[in-house]
Nanobody, 125 residues
């Protein structure tokens, strides 16, 4: 079973940076595409960023493009979300997710079978 463990959330001032990390079991990590989603209270979980199994293909929601960077280190079984120039509207619970989908650039939560527990990101103004 795939269990994802997230870390790196916290409180940061607007304009600041955070790096989220997500660790997956070594035996499965390299087989999965990975994504980051976020969710605020009462809202749908929305796609933020994704990467294929190699890390060579990355893609982003328009709202974060140019500010966030997703990357993965398969040797460390870890996917990262580097968040720069944070805005208060980035405040959310951020979730790491894994997909076995063969579709290009999966960006819906329904395409991701495994999820982390979520880590809170709060951006103050």
């Amino acid at each position: 079973q795939v269990q994802l463990v997230e870390s790196g959330g916290g409180l940061v001032q607007a304009g600041g940076s955070l790096r989220l990390s997500c660790v997956a079991p070594a035996r499965t990590f390299g087989s999965y595409g990975m994504g980051w989603f976020r969710q605020t209270l009462g809202q749908e979980r929305e796609f933020v960023a994704g990467t294929d199994w190699s890390g060579l293909t990355t893609y982003y929601a328009d709202s974060v493009k140019g500010r966030f960077t997703i990357s993965r280190d398969n040797a460390r079984n870890t996917v990262y979300l580097q968040m720069n120039s944070l805005k208060p509207e980035d405040t959310a619970i951020y979730y790491c997710a894994a997909t076995m989908s063969s579709a290009p650039k999966p960006s819906t939560r329904y395409e991701y079978a495994y999820w982390g527990q979520g880590t809170q990101v709060t951006v103050s103004s």
